[in-house]
């Protein structure tokens, strides 16, 4: 008989954060009853376990997840697709009903995050990649829904356009067929909007993942309730939101603090700071005043938080797409084009030329192959990785008589900030700028989402 292996697609996807392991110990009362599922565990349940963040440690805490992470009770649908609530009642149930056995592998392909082989075989086999600290136990929580789901049947297609393009079994057909991916949504955004008592920077990154697979793992993409605005970064580290207010008004309202200066990287629905300090690691950020997680931000951040502080310095800005990922530095412009590989190509960049980071003046896509560089003189520059030909970068007619760091298209208007922190409206290439009494000396702007289901009262 045929096997069909259903496999997460974690790729560019997201997923690592809460890191910082907590020092508890699962009460031998719960090993028993983990065991009682799962008797490959049975030789824990004599006492106490201790989590020492060990690969069986995260994934015995990603159990309990299951088991004790509690909601707010009734958990009302959303008016719009992203939540249907089908799952809610108790995971830990859903799951043991599918899986009565975890098996790690040790050499998945990059990208695989945990897969089962469907119908007949009730055992979930887990990528060592998934056990690492790069990954919480909510995010493991909801890869393993999404594992069990399989179980049910639901394999996965491949998406024909957008983000996921041409991978083989990354995308559902649609959310309402209630297929994995649709588990990988409601699991992340139940926990955002109905977990009791999970940390507000934990429930942001989950509302923030619940969007992203919305957005790009489903042939027809969910419709979701949302406004799309801005967020500036001043230069006392606030985030002040930006919006039109009918009637031609602007308005600024302020929100909560970065960590540190830096530029802000979108990931998706996930805004990534790499900041100025040399000494302060990168990592996400929530313009709320959220608080932080501590692991690591992909792929992009995991590099930058390895270099030297004179390394840092020379990383003037980072792009990452869902298949690819670019960044200009003291090499040049570093692309990396291969999905599913570790290797990058450097190409230099138009001699004499300063870059100054990567504008996005159609909106920022993440299925887009090319993203257009900013240089000192005002000049500009195509590169990316073309599906075709590979990597390029490309001088470009266009130019502006200010240089902009960084400009975004948002909703109809597009958004530039110049090196000196003025912000302008993009009119037909000229420069219009924008004054608020709100706004003090800004330094980044990034887009960034309301959502009705998860913002409104
Ligand atoms: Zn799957």
């Known amino acids: 008989m045929k096997k069909w292996i259903f496999r997460l697609s974690v790729l560019s996807l997201v997923t690592f954060t809460f890191g910082a392991m907590a020092e508890t110990c ?37 159990l309990l997840f299951m088991r004790k992470t509690s909601f707010s009770n009734p958990m009302p649908p959303s008016a ?79 998406c024909h356009e957008g983000p996921r393009e041409g991978i083989r079994g990354a995308c559902d057909f649609q959310i309402s ?45 969910p419709s979701i309730d949302r406004t799309k605005g801005l967020v500036v970064l001043d230069n006392s580290k606030q985030f002040f939101k930006v919006s039109k207010s009918g009637a031609g008004q602007m308005k600024v309202e302020a929100l909560g603090f970065a960590p540190s200066l830096g530029r802000v990287v979108p990931r998706g629905q996930h805004l990534i700071l790499f900041p100025t300090a040399a000494d302060q690691p990168a990592g996400y950020i929530f313009p709320r005043g959220e608080g932080q997680i501590s692991q690591q ?24 797409g869902a298949q690819w990922m670019a ?31 990567f504008l996005y003046l159609q909106g920022y896509d993440r299925g887009s192959h090319e993203v257009v560089i900013s240089f000192a003189d005002g000049s500009l520059a195509k590169a990316g990785c073309n599906p075709s030909f590979g990597p390029f970068v490309e001088e470009m007619n266009q130019s502006f008589s200010t240089p902009l760091k960084r400009a975004y298209k948002v909703d109809g208007t597009v958004w530039g900030i110049d090196q000196q922190g003025q912000i302008y409206e993009v009119q037909n290439n000229q420069l219009v700028p924008f004054q608020s009494k709100d706004l003090n000396f800004s330094v980044e702007i990034a887009p960034y989402e309301a959502f009705d289901f998860f913002d409104s009262l």
């Open 80 to 158: 719009d697709e992203l939540f249907s609530g089908r799952f809610e009642s108790d995971w830990y149930g859903y799951f043991t009903g599918r899986i009565s056995k975890i098996t790690i592998d040790r050499g998945c392909p990059k990208g695989v995050g945990a897969y089962v082989y469907g119908y007949f075989d009730q055992t979930m086999y887990v990528c060592t990649m998934m056990l690492t600290s790069d990954f919480t136990s909510l995010d493991r929580a909801s890869v393993f829904m999404h594992e069990a789901r399989h179980i049910d049947g639901f394999p996965h297609t491949t």
């Open 177 to 221: 067929d209630g297929g994995s991916y649709a588990v990988s949504v409601e699991t992340y955004a139940q926990i955002a909007k109905y977990a009791t008592e999970v940390h507000p920077a934990l429930r942001a990154y989950s509302r923030a993942a619940a969007v992203t697979y919305s957005d790009e793992a489903f042939v027809h993409t």
């Open 297 to 320: 931000a992909g792929e992009l951040a995991r590099r930058f938080n390895q270099l030297s502080s004179e390394e840092r310095a020379h990383v003037a800005d980072s792009h990452i």
């Open 327 to 357: 960044q200009i530095n003291s090499k040049g412009l570093e692309l990396f084009c291969e999905r599913a590989s570790d290797r990058s190509e450097v190409l230099p960049l138009p001699a004499g030329k300063v870059a100054l980071g």
């Open 26 to 62: 699962i009460p031998q009362s719960e090993m028993q009853e983990i065991a009682r599922n799962f008797s490959q565990f049975e030789e824990y349940s004599h006492s106490d376990y201790c989590l020492d963040g060990s690969e069986i440690s995260n994934l015995l805490d990603s």
